[in-house]
């Protein structure tokens, strides 16, 4: 047996590794099927869409801007750029986020420049299909979009025996109060 190459041994990987992977492309773009990363808020279980979230980042250094309305925690360098960082527990129900040292802040994309969020729980990416929404009635009973949060949930899924609310963290960035944080 001749000895194979590096070409011929990435070649032979590559061929094995579409084959192990067949039809997932399909599966990842299939109708009725929402994506997004998954995270906790006092105790909501929110998604959000990639589309929505620039960057997953742990809680950077705040320096508090004097004049501010409570619910904003100051602002950060992150890699050079000075961001807004937003409790956004705080923002939406009141309550201060206890932050704590794996605390992390979601990155969000907002006209004059990106906005960081803390959130209480990261659980990742979230996958939901169609059979998994829950009716606007569902959504009221379990009191998924009360409050401030009526104007941000989209809709709601069921996975396991959780309920997840889809979370518009456009809709958010783009709210008037949301964004004069000015006291």
Same mark, same amino acid.
Request: charged share 25%; net charge negative; proline share 6%.
């Given at each position: 047996?001749?000895?194979?190459?590096?070409?011929?041994?990435?070649? +032979?990987?590559?061929?094995?590794?579409?084959?192990?992977?067949?039809?997932?492309?399909?599966?990842?773009?299939?109708?009725?099927?929402?994506?997004?990363?998954?995270?906790?808020?006092?105790?909501?279980?929110?998604?959000?869409?990639?589309?929505?979230?620039?960057?997953?980042?742990?809680?950077?250094?705040?320096?508090?801007?004097?004049?501010?309305?409570?619910?904003?925690?100051?602002?950060?360098?992150?890699?050079?750029?000075?961001?807004?960082?937003? +409790?956004?527990?705080?923002?939406?129900?009141?309550?201060?986020?206890?932050?704590?040292?794996?605390?992390?802040?979601?990155?969000?994309?907002?006209?004059?420049?990106?906005?960081?969020?803390?959130?209480?729980?990261?659980?990742?990416?979230?996958?939901?299909?169609?059979?998994?929404?829950?009716?606007?009635?569902?959504?009221?009973?379990?009191?998924?979009?009360?409050?401030?949060?009526?104007?941000?949930?989209?809709?709601?899924?069921?996975?396991?025996?959780?309920?997840?609310?889809?979370?518009?963290?456009?809709?958010?960035?783009?709210?008037?109060?949301?964004?004069?944080?000015?006291?």
């Amino acid at each position: 047996m001749a000895a194979r190459g590096p070409f011929d041994i990435l070649a +032979d990987y590559e061929q094995r590794s579409l084959a192990h992977v067949a039809g997932l492309p399909e599966q990842l773009d299939a109708p009725g099927l929402w994506r997004g990363v998954g995270f906790r808020v006092g105790r909501r279980r929110l998604a959000a869409g990639f589309d929505e979230v620039v960057e997953i980042l742990p809680m950077p250094q705040v320096t508090p801007v004097p004049g501010a309305q409570p619910w904003m925690l100051g602002v950060a360098n992150v890699r050079g750029n000075l961001l807004p960082i937003v +409790d956004l527990k705080q923002f939406l129900e009141g309550e201060r986020t206890v932050l704590h040292e794996g605390q992390r802040v979601l990155i969000v994309r907002q006209p004059g420049g990106d906005v960081a969020v803390t959130i209480d729980e990261l659980f990742g990416q979230r996958s939901f299909v169609d059979e998994q929404r829950l009716g606007d009635e569902a959504v009221r009973e379990q009191a998924l979009a009360e409050g401030r949060y009526t104007h941000f949930v989209e809709r709601a899924y069921r996975l396991g025996d959780d309920a997840w609310a889809i979370f518009s963290l456009q809709k958010l960035a783009r709210t008037p109060e949301f964004r004069q944080a000015a006291a």
